[in-house]
């Protein structure tokens, strides 16, 4: 089994920063994708930034040039470095992990358990 912990999640006030770190632990061979989404209140899951392997990162529209997304593949890492937060951006963040496990080299999809992110305006 893969465990994904998150950290870095808080409250701080609009025009802030903040920089959540999700680390993978457990039988992983590879990572393929390391991803961070999150869910508002009364709001479905999105999407947030994704960074593949050896791929282009990409980004949600509401959050492209004030987001970054960043990996340690050496650590099995990644984060996202939050600024210029508004109160849209409330919400939990889940990090998301898809790969291979060690043993078996079976797939596989692992969800942090979740941080929570608010703004006050």
């Known amino acids: 089994q893969v465990q994904l912990v998150e950290s870095g999640g808080g409250l701080v006030q609009a025009g802030g920063s903040l920089r959540l770190s999700c680390a993978a632990s457990?039988?992983?061979?590879?990572?393929?994708?390391m991803a961070w989404y999150r869910q508002a209140p009364g709001k479905q899951r999105e999407l947030v930034a994704a960074a593949p392997s050896g791929g282009v990162t990409n980004y949600a529209d509401s959050v492209k040039g004030r987001f970054t997304i960043s990996r340690d593949n050496a650590k099995n890492t990644v984060y996202l470095q939050m600024n210029s937060l508004n109160g849209e951006d409330t919400a939990v963040y889940y990090c998301n992990a898809k790969g291979l496990e060690a043993l078996w080299r079976r797939p596989f999809d692992s969800w942090g358990q979740g941080t929570q992110v608010t703004v006050s305006s």
């Open positions: 457990g039988s992983v061979f590879g990572i393929n994708v």
